[in-house]
């Protein structure tokens, strides 16, 4: 489906469960089985989005499985493996004020409290503690970095981010 740019991937169809078209699922949702409550998805079979609907879904021990409308036999479930699980971006719950996407962090430029350029957001690492982003230095940096890994700690070292400006401050060294 070509109306769908950039879908957010939520997880992954994985290995045939039985003879009746039920497959394991890979939620990358917080809580798994949170994928549900997304509808319809998007799957990315040969390179294209189409949209699906789950049938029926439930947990099998500690793993998720699903059978997909029209999905009946486990010849038609195989042909689905591995493939990508997606939704349209207009479907992403709206957060609270202070609370962020990944997503939308990345590329964001990062400038500390005296004005220093940092660079941009490249990754986010989640670490347990804390996220930390992985901020891309310039090509040019002043203090010959490559890149930074600045804690994602609010009111500690991230001040403000500004989505709109696509704009991180920091409270952070740029020698670190």
């Given at each position: ?74 010849d038609q479930a195989q042909m689905l493996t591995n493939c990508e ?92």
């Amino acid at each position: 489906m070509s109306s769908h740019q950039d879908p957010i991937v939520l997880g992954k169809l994985g290995s045939c469960h039985g003879i009746k078209g039920w497959l394991k699922i890979t939620s990358y949702t917080d809580s798994a089985e949170d994928i549900f409550d997304y509808s319809p998805w998007l799957i990315k079979e040969q390179g294209e989005w189409r949209e699906v609907k789950v049938d029926q879904w439930r947990f099998q021990g500690k793993a998720l499985i699903a059978v997909l409308e029209g999905i009946t036999t486990r010849d038609q479930a195989q042909m689905l493996t591995n493939c990508e699980i997606a939704i349209p971006a207009e479907l992403m719950k709206e957060l609270p004020e202070d609370e962020f996407y990944w997503r939308d962090l990345i590329g964001c430029k990062v400038v500390n409290t005296k004005g220093y350029d940092m660079g941009k957001v490249e990754q986010i690492v989640e670490t347990g503690s804390n996220d930390v982003l992985l901020v891309k230095a310039n090509a040019k940096d002043g203090f010959g970095k490559t890149e930074r890994m600045i804690p994602f700690v609010t009111e500690q070292f991230i001040i403000e981010v500004n989505l709109s400006d696509k704009q991180i401050l920091v409270d952070w060294d740029p020698d670190f």
